[in-house]
């Protein structure tokens, strides 16, 4: 694993890192439109040079502890989303698929001073390349930075998956970026290209019996190859890969602040041929003169490949640019990919590869607010938050309906969220106990992605006749959400649980959003769902009341679930009190202080030391985790001394992995200790329960993403189906909690907003500040 030392030699790439990812997100690409110079520009990103410089190598330091079991590369949707094993370094492992059991191949290659270094993927030998020496790697919300030594060179790799909440527009495009920069380590200058090429396997795991076909596109500023499977099944999918749709690889170069594709050589072919013809030479000899062909996706193994020339380098060089994604124009039936409204799928490379230093100041600024945020309570609360976001955004689709007149419903749109490592048949859509988990995460990023998220599941149950008496446990199954999955197909009935989730998702989204129009619509149908609560949120019985917590053993009266159930019927009091139903506020509220009332005297064992599983039982503690709930709503329903009870329990019994969610399972979730730490008075108690979750997230040795349920006496995952949830977006519980109840509106404007012209600056403002930079960064090492 890649650490970082506390010698000179590391502090020096600690500011190279820093230095890197600033000259290439400050290096001005063209827009898709034209923009006005704006003087402001220069002034403030001169000011903002030492700031980005700092909090990345900051970043690098205290980074080093940590070392997460996989890593984040390319995660954007369900199905682009490629990791790395963390205990191998970029050249020594291929990048996998979020199931763990599937290569990508993605390779890479550097040739220095007439002298080959392989940089990313596990290839064989083809000719002569020496792995290139890792040196440094961290990670920030939205990218993973890895740096390496070749011959008297350090090359930075940066895996930036935009994060954009408040534009659905660009958070909607389902693209990641690789940037890849040089910098002399002696002083001396030293020619620098660098290639690399990616494999059907991003298309499809059955390499053998699929084929694909390819094209390629080259303009002025930079090259496309497009990749699709020979034969589609539009909303089908097979070992969790769409049989649908294109993957879109681009690449282009930067010569003296201009983008430009007369530095990039293209091809597509056999990976056995590619490769070797650039370490031997350092280039692609020619450009594809076919630009289109098709083959059985590994006989052989066909790439599609570029090679860029950095020229010669002394400083941080401008970068080689690079787009993955997968798109397609169906993603849903009768529904649209909401970038659908400005573009198709086959525009969004231009789109993407011209919006590249938009999407990376964009990203980076986010970056900046949640380091400040997470660190502010811990630098394990910020790793944590660090490796949950891609993964959590990563299982989302954002999704469109279209109106009559033929334009996209864009002011309603649809977050499509698949569960991923589900056990069933197979993944559902929208898991209702998933898009709780996670809400934490969305309310923070932005309240109209948690509204987005659960619209899909009012919409879907007030269109059915008749209408349901309670809420859905999900849509049905991904990607189509034809409808529900119910028992006996492998999901769990869930009836109370969804419904209060529902309830109180709804009421949180409307408050931070200050947009209660869904609330209105759907009024009558949640009002129907809260009377049904009415009669079983305290007693809840062990035949049709299961929880999302599977992994439990089934129960009677548990307490943790009957709270939510109350802590619901309080939030349907301020829903109606929201949308003028006041009298109607009134009888929810009496219903919810009255429950609660009773549920405090049932909740704690017979001497008070805790909450118990269920009701009357003395021996066996739980973590009521939806007491959050009532504290980030502001209800107050529950008191104080149920809060107490929990936290002195947590600090006596707190493992080394956490605390399990009933003391005789031995079960632990990493997202429900997370909320349950968020409600303690004593940070320092707080702060142990994060640092043994971040204990268990650099402990796993599986292949596959965060899995956020585990086994609290040892940290191990002994089932899969747990890996890769979008749960893990409920880690940003503490930091939810803490912030302010009024969020800004989502801004869903098109990218030609009069917002982007205000933060666009022109090459030449942008080129003068990259030399300050520079001065200022020699200053420092």
């Known amino acids: 694993m890649y650490r970082c030392r506390s010698d000179a030699t590391s502090k020096q790439t600690q500011m190279i890192v820093a230095f890197s990812l600033f000259s290439f997100t400050h290096s001005s690409s063209p827009m898709h439109h034209h923009f006005p110079f704006d003087r402001r520009c220069s ?15 900051g970043a690098a330091a205290r980074n080093a502890a940590f070392a997460p079991a996989v890593i984040p590369l390319a995660v954007k949707s369900p199905y682009l989303s490629a990791w790395l094993q963390g205990s191998k370094a970029l050249n020594e492992d291929w990048a996998g698929f979020w199931t763990g059991d599937r290569i990508l191949g993605w390779a890479g290659y550097a040739v220095v001073d007439s002298v080959a270094y392989q940089t990313m993927g596990n290839a064989g030998v083809f000719g002569i390349a020496t792995k290139a020496v890792p040196s440094a790697h961290y990670r920030t919300a939205t990218s993973s930075v890895f740096v390496m030594k070749a011959g008297s060179v350090y090359l930075t790799y940066t895996f930036l998956s935009p994060i954009t909440p408040k534009d659905l527009l660009r958070q909607s495009i389902p693209f990641s970026y690789l940037a890849v920069t040089a910098q002399s380590m002696d002083g001396k200058q030293h020619t620098v290209s660098v290639y690399t090429d990616i494999s059907g396997e991003f298309l499809s795991s059955s390499t053998h019996s699929q084929s694909m076909t390819w094209t390629t596109v080259p303009s002025s500023t930079f090259v496309t190859h497009k990749i699709q499977l020979q034969n589609q099944t539009p909303l089908a999918e097979m070992n969790d890969r769409i049989q649908d749709g294109s993957v879109y690889f681009s ?8 983008p430009t594709a007369d530095k990039v050589v293209y091809k597509a072919g056999r990976d056995i041929d590619l490769r070797p013809e650039f370490i031997t030479n350092g280039t692609l000899l020619r450009n594809d003169a076919t630009n289109s062909g098709s083959g059985i996706i590994d006989n052989p193994w066909n790439v599609m490949a570029f090679s860029v020339d950095l020229g010669t380098v002394l400083t941080p060089s401008y970068p080689a640019v690079f787009s993955i994604g997968h798109a397609r124009d169906d993603p849903s039936s009768g529904l649209f990919p909401y970038y659908a409204s400005n573009f198709t799928s086959d525009e969004l490379p231009s789109f993407v590869m011209n919006d590249f230093e938009n999407s990376a100041k964009a990203s980076y600024q986010l970056d900046l607010e949640i380091d400040t945020a997470a660190r502010g309570v811990s630098d394990n609360m910020f790793e944590i938050i660090a490796l949950s976001i891609r993964q959590s955004l990563g299982a989302t689709e954002l999704l469109v309906a279209q109106k009559s007149d ?41 309240a109209a992605l948690g509204i987005a998220a659960i619209e899909p599941v009012l919409r879907l149950a007030s269109n059915s006749n008749p209408k349901p008496t309670y809420a859905p446990s999900n849509i049905g199954h991904y990607p189509n959400a034809a409808a529900p999955v119910t028992e006996g197909t492998g999901v769990k009935n869930t009836p109370l649980e969804a419904t209060a989730d529902i309830i109180i998702m709804a009421l949180d989204g409307a408050r931070q959003s200050g947009d209660t129009s869904q609330l209105t619509k759907y009024f009558d149908l949640l009002s129907t769902w809260a009377d049904y609560l009415k009669g079983h949120a305290l007693f809840p019985d062990n035949e049709d009341q299961s929880t999302g917590d599977t992994y439990l053993t089934p129960a009677a009266n548990q307490t943790n679930l009957a709270v939510k159930g109350i802590i ?38 017979s001497d008070g030391s805790h909450i118990t599983f269920q009701y009357g039982t003395g021996t066996d503690p739980s973590l009521a985790y939806n007491l959050y709930m009532d504290r980030l709503l502001g209800l107050n329903l529950i008191p104080q001394r149920i809060f107490d009870a929990q936290e002195n329990d947590c600090r006596a019994k707190l493992t080394a992995f956490g605390m399990p969610l009933v003391a005789d399972q031995s079960i632990s979730s990493s997202v429900w200790n997370i909320w349950a730490a968020a409600l303690f008075n004593d940070t320092s108690v707080r702060d142990r329960v994060i640092d043994a979750v971040a204990l268990y997230a650099a402990h796993g040795s599986s292949f596959s993403p965060f899995a956020d349920v585990y086994n609290d006496d040892d940290g191990t995952v002994s089932d899969p189906k747990y890996q890769a949830r979008p749960h893990v977006g409920g880690h940003f519980a503490v930091l939810a909690l803490s912030s302010s109840k009024a969020s800004p509106s989502a801004d869903n404007t098109a990218p030609d907003s009069a917002s982007r012209i205000r933060t666009s600056c022109t090459r030449s403002s942008v080129v003068l500040l990259l030399i300050l930079s520079a001065i200022s960064l020699r200053s420092l090492l």
Do not use: C, E
């Open 43 to 57: 002034r403030s990103w001169v000011s903002l040079t030492f700031s980005f410089a700092l909090f990345f190598s």
């Open 251 to 258: 690449g282009m170069a930067w010569v003296d602040g201009q």
């Open 406 to 446: 033929g334009s996209y419903d864009t002011g309603t749109p649809l977050l499509f969220v698949k569960d991923m490592s589900r056990s069933s048949p197979a993944p559902v859509t929208n898991p209702v106990d998933g898009l709780y988990a996670m809400w934490p995460m969305l309310r923070y990023l932005n």
């Open 568 to 605: 619901a019927l309080g939030a349907m009091s301020a829903i109606a009190n929201m949308t003028g139903h006041s009298s109607v506020g009134s009888d929810y509220y009496a219903q919810a202080t009255n429950l609660a009332q009773q549920w405090a005297k049932l909740a704690l064992s």
